[in-house]
């Protein structure tokens, strides 16, 4: 196989593990931050503005985390920077 | 597949290129701009007050509120820049419903200004609440052994405001795309009604932790343990 086929390989599998992977911690945080908020929204119903503004404002800290993890699967699948450097190689090497 | 609007070339002059980025960001600013200058242009204060003098009133106070209870002092100091910020972000997400139309948030560029605008709003502001000196000594607050970390932690900041506005608007268009070719018709409907969410929640996001931001930097030391808040879980979060 030449090296173009194994960079394609090689990032299609990183993406799918780094979504994989990098969806788990985040889920999991998102799932004991909202629990919290609504026992602390159960125990002090007046306080339930503060609680839900400071919950999304959380909720979108949290999940950024994932969103990094799927920005980099998106890069490494639909705009890897290596592909493009082994296409010009390529070219070089057979233009001479 | 297009992950972003800034490959998409819409006009071509000698080398100039307008891509669809640029054009939908003047779309929204065009929209906003004509559209609450033609409700303030005959702004009342009798009893009788037109529909859209109403919308805005809500508007502008529900955002003052939201700064006041974030912890500004003087809510109409910051208001400009923040409801600036959250105006313009959440109609680029929420125009997305327009067939033809993509998010310019959707763009690491557009995504970048903004949070730049943030990086450079929060010494502006800071500076003129508490002077120059003031505001330098708190980036060796603790020890000044911290100095570096505090420097990363302003750039790093800044970086996560702009790839998580990014990320979530990309994300939305990057979904819908792919699920028109998986299962037509249906779900693609209900992803945009979710991205619909998500770009209201980002802007609202993008705004409170500009002011969160702004607020910490500006109030510096003067209360240390002062009340507790989102400004709290933003600032070990981000």
Not at chain 1, 16 to 22: C, D, H, P, S, V
Not at chain 1, 55 to 80: D, K
Not at chain 2, 140 to 154: D, G, K, S
């Amino acid at each position: 196989m030449d090296s173009a086929t194994w960079i394609a390989m090689i990032s299609i599998f990183t993406a799918g593990l780094t979504i994989a992977i990098g969806s788990i911690g985040p889920a999991l945080a998102e799932g004991r931050a909202a629990s919290q908020a609504l026992q602390a929204i159960a125990q002090q119903p007046d306080a339930s503005n503060t609680i839900t503004r400071t919950l999304f404002v959380s909720l979108a800290m949290i999940e950024s985390t994932a969103i990094y993890c799927f920005v980099v699967s998106m890069i490494l699948i639909f705009a890897n920077p290596f592909t493009s450097s082994v296409a010009e190689t390529a070219a070089q090497a057979a233009g001479g | 597949m297009e992950i972003s609007p800034d490959s998409w070339i819409l006009y071509e002059w000698k080398g100039l290129r307008l891509n669809a980025t640029i054009v939908f960001t003047w779309v929204v600013m065009a929209l906003l701009v004509l559209g609450s200058r033609a409700v303030t242009a005959r702004l009342s204060e009798s009893e009788t007050v037109s529909r859209w003098q109403m919308m805005l009133e809500v508007i502008v106070t529900s955002i003052r509120d939201q700064i006041a209870e974030v912890g500004a002092d003087d809510p109409g100091r910051y208001l400009p820049f923040i409801g600036t910020l959250f105006l313009f972000i959440a109609t680029a997400n929420l125009l997305a419903v327009v067939p033809g139309y993509v998010p310019p948030t959707g763009s690491l560029s557009t995504a970048a200004a903004l949070a730049l605008c943030v990086l450079i709003a929060v010494p502006l502001f800071s500076i003129g609440e508490r002077g120059l000196r003031d505001y330098l000594s708190a980036y060796v607050q603790p020890t000044p052994l911290m100095l570096p970390f505090n420097i990363v932690a302003e750039i790093s900041r800044t970086i996560a405001l702009a790839v998580r506005l990014y990320g979530n608007v990309m994300s939305g268009t990057v979904i819908v795309g792919i699920l028109i070719s998986v299962a037509p018709f249906f779900f693609p409907v209900v992803m945009q009604l979710l991205g619909l969410l998500t770009g209201l929640i980002q802007a609202y996001i993008f705004a409170i932790l500009a002011m969160v931001y702004i607020g910490s930097a500006s109030r510096g030391r003067r209360d240390p343990d002062g009340p507790s808040g989102p400004r709290n879980a933003a600032e070990t979060g981000g």
